[in-house]
């Protein structure tokens, strides 16, 4: 997302004015709602507004009550009112990524609903690996949405979650997304989008509708001048099968009701005029129900810059065939009609979109009338939006996810009545806005990390840099350094925001921004206590040099924690919480970017050029901090009660494996997976005397075949532990679905050999055989 809001900004404003026209003179017909029976009892003959229809068949009878100019209108996010059957305008474009935004326009804010909870950035929200939370984050969302919507302050249709993989750790926007893992990304993605979209009354009505985005292989906005735009993604079909691909299959096969295509080019061509990944794989495959729509201006993209095709009516036509139902801006409904026209596309292929889009708004209820009379959400209003329960929400997600990364000496938790003073440095100890990151709405209320810090102990602020950007003229070593000196215990909280890593904005190296180094090193230099280093920020910094300096006590990652990433940070600081956040990317060195271009695709390594492969599954070089990695106050233990040490696939006598001995089998969709599950059983125990959550996380290393990765996450389990207290958890693994590989061609296969299973340091060998 990004073009229209950017570029397109004169067009926008010619629409507006355009709209405001149309609006006025016909302002006395322009309905409040479709399908409004009240004020208009006439719209009960059309079979659309007939809530005892089908979805479907409501929304053919709508698409051919349409002329020709008016179905091509609906292919356009900013659709105009049909006075006529009685549909008022509708913009489809909303955002939800972590709160109601007002991005896109089609939702706002205003007196009388001025802001809705900010939930942390995703990344950290990610970081707590507890599907649960996922749940319960999009279930408040569209709560205040629907309250939003009610009032006329918010649509229906949000374009979230952003879903592609964290790859490489540049990437400006990889703050939206749950992170590098496969596994990991589609587990938010259904959590998420279930709490977003489930209707508590009917399965086939939807509470809001969700969109997992961006398909595919999108992940690189503005590096040395590369830009999404035009950016051609050269990808493999095993890096396509094992990590591009299982974030958008778990989403699309879950019920999402909607899928966005990228910017960029897949392997030559526009993912977005991409029949095999749209009509074949989402819609096909994975049996989409619900709408496919462009990222903003994608479709004028492909002709105006990547000068795909040779007219705009080409471009129009090859997206609509390839699958494409929506269009975010207004390109499609420019020049379908000339492509119809013209005999490129067909007014049934148009009809096919359109229903595709209508279906969703059918199942939201937007042709039901009045939103308010409209079980079971139409009660909801303004008292809905920033309750305390999802305040609480917001804060306690904070803290579910903030990692500690190191600790020396049990520094922390801080022992707030011990401490007289407390030194808060660094560019982001007061910070608000950025607590919050981008796809941002207007926030309840915030709690920097100062107000909550003081609110503790007597707190002594010395910001050393005014801005994260901390040129040398904007250092001021000197107050923080006294401060340093002179108090019981020294916070420092650096990072990132938005003017370093953003849309449009990815970053050209991993070292901290400007003198932010340098402040850290001076003042834990002279610091009297012990060193609490901060890193608030959406992606990894080379933090190496802070891993190994003894004068650094504690370093706590905090993402972009959010509205109440303050609070969140001093119930950590302070022991009123025992932090159990793994970090969900690879903390890689500088070293690391100088050796590998963000442009290069590839996540396996290549050793004859020297390239180290990507992320915790690839990376042959030696990481700062590993994947899942993240410390507690108390100390776990693992025991393995029960697991399998052999299983053995039974083949027929006629399979090639059988006679010849293979490495790996293919199994996909055989009957032979049926005796393939089993359980791990394992006893997980709190030692201290202190309760606490513990991240349990199941890999597995399998044998070295088809360039397999070198570990793979297969389960995660969050549990809560009191002292002393010890808790089962099981993992059900199905060998076919979780210990299989992709091959070079893609398919996926069970290896045969020794597969290690790992869960913190406790190993287990299952050998698999015919
Ligand atoms: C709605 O559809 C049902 C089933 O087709 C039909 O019996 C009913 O008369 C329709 N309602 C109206 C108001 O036309
Ligand atoms: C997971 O999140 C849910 C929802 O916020 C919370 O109730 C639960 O306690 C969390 N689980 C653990 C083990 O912390
Ligand atoms: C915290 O400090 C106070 C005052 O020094 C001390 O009495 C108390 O025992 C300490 N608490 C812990 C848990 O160490
Ligand atoms: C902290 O930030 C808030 C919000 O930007 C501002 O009003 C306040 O003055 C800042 N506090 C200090 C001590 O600078
Ligand atoms: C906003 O947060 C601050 C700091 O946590 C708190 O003191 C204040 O009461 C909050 N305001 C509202 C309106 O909730
Ligand atoms: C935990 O167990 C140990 C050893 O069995 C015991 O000494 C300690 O008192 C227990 N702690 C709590 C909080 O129950």
């Not at 629907?146 to 649509?155: C, S, T």
């Not at 990695?629 to 039974?650: C, D, M, Q, W």
Request: contains cysteine.
């Amino acid at each position: 997302m990004g073009r229209v809001s950017k570029s397109r900004i004169p067009l926008l404003l010619l629409l507006l004015a355009f709209c405001f026209f149309c609006f006025n003179s016909v302002a006395a017909d322009n309905p409040n709602f479709a399908c409004d029976l009240v004020s208009n009892p006439g719209l009960s003959a059309f079979g659309f507004c007939n809530t005892s229809w089908t979805v479907e068949a409501r929304a053919r009878d709508l698409v051919q009550r349409l002329t020709l100019a008016e179905k091509i209108g609906f292919l356009g996010h900013v659709t105009a009112a049909v006075v006529r059957l009685g549909i008022p305008s509708y913009n489809w474009w909303s955002e939800a990524l972590h709160g109601v935004s007002y991005v896109g326009g089609g939702s706002r804010f205003s007196s009388l609903i001025p802001g809705a909870t900010s939930f942390p950035q995703v990344i950290l929200t990610a970081a707590s690996f507890n599907v649960s939370l996922f749940r319960a984050i999009g279930k408040a969302v569209s709560t205040e949405a629907r309250a939003m919507h009610n009032v006329g302050q918010a649509g229906l249709t949000f374009w979230s979650p952003n879903i592609n993989v964290f790859r490489d750790p540049r990437w400006g926007r990889g703050q939206e997304t749950p992170g590098e893992d496969p596994l990991l990304g589609g587990k938010y993605a259904v959590g998420f989008v279930q709490g977003l979209q489930d209707n508590v009354d009917d399965p086939v009505r939807l509470k809001v509708a969700a969109c997992c985005k961006h398909y595919t292989a999108y992940d690189l906005d503005n590096w040395k001048g590369v830009q999404r735009y035009t950016f051609n993604a050269v990808v493999t079909e095993q890096d396509m099968a094992d990590t591009f691909q299982p974030p958008f299959k778990s989403c699309v096969s879950n019920g999402v009701a909607c899928a966005m295509c990228s910017y960029n080019q897949v392997n030559g061509v526009p993912a977005c005029a991409d029949g095999g990944l749209l009509a074949g794989v989402i819609r096909g495959d994975w049996k989409l129900n619900g709408y496919i729509v462009s990222d903003c201006d994608s479709v004028d993209v492909i002709y105006n810059q990547q000068k795909y095709t040779k007219t705009p009516e080409d471009a129009a036509a090859i997206t609509i065939k390839a699958g494409l139902d929506l269009d975010c801006g207004s390109f499609l409904p420019s020049h379908t009609l000339a492509a119809v026209q013209g005999g490129k596309v067909t007014e049934a292929q148009v009809d096919n979109a359109i229903t595709n889009s209508f279906v969703v708004l059918m199942r939201l209820g937007f042709f039901d009338g009045d939103p308010r009379n409209l079980a079971p959400y139409g009660k909801l209003g303004p008292k809905d939006v920033c309750t305390p329960e999802n305040q609480e929400l917001a804060r306690d997600a904070a803290r579910q996810g903030i990692v500690l990364l190191k600790n020396f000496d049990d520094a922390l938790p801080l022992n707030a009545s011990a401490i007289k003073s407390l030194a808060l440095i660094g560019p982001n100890a007061n910070a608000t806005r950025t607590m919050i990151g981008n796809y941002e709405g207007v926030p309840c209320n915030y709690t920097s990390p100062l107000q909550a810090l003081s609110a503790v102990v007597t707190t002594i602020y010395e910001p050393g840099c005014a801005t994260v950007k901390c040129s040398p003229n904007d250092l001021h070593l000197d107050g923080a350094k006294i401060a340093a000196a002179r108090a019981d215990v020294t916070v420092i909280v650096v990072g990132g925001d938005l003017s370093v890593e953003a849309e449009a904005l990815d970053r050209e190296n991993l070292l901290y921004p400007g003198e932010q180094g340098t402040l850290i090193n001076e003042v834990a230099k002279v610091a009297k206590g012990p060193v609490i280093l901060v890193i608030m920020s959406g992606g990894p910094f080379q933090i190496k040099q802070d891993k190994f300096n003894e004068k650094i006590s504690s370093i706590l990652w905090s993402g972009y924690p959010g509205e109440a990433g303050g609070a969140a940070l001093a119930d950590i600081i302070f022991g009123r919480y025992n932090p159990s956040g793994r970090t969900p990317f690879t903390w890689y060195d500088q070293e690391y970017v100088e050796q590998v271009p963000m442009t290069d695709m590839r996540m396996r390594p290549d050793p004859a050029s020297n390239y180290p492969g990507r992320t915790y599954r690839f990376y042959t070089g030696d990481p700062t901090y590993e994947f899942g990695y993240g410390l507690s106050y108390t100390r776990f233990y693992h025991n393995l009660v029960k697991a399998p040490e052999k299983l053995s696939i039974a083949l027929e006598e006629g399979h090639p494996c059988y006679s010849e001995g293979c490495n790996s089998v293919d199994l996909s969709g055989s009957a032979h997976c049926s005796g393939l599950q089993f359980d791990v059983h394992l006893q997980v125990r709190n030692s201290d005397g202190m309760a606490g959550r513990h991240t349990v996380l199941l890999f597995n290393t399998p044998p070295a075949v088809h360039k397999s990765p070198r570990k793979q996450l297969v389960g995660f389990e969050k549990v809560f532990l009191e002292p002393n207290e010890s808790k089962n958890v099981v993992f059900q693994v199905d060998a076919c679905r979780d210990l299989s590989v992709a091959d070079e061609s893609g398919n996926w296969k069970v290896p045969l050999g020794s597969h290690v299973l790992h869960v913190g340091d406790v190993t287990h060998t299952l050998t698999l055989s015919i």
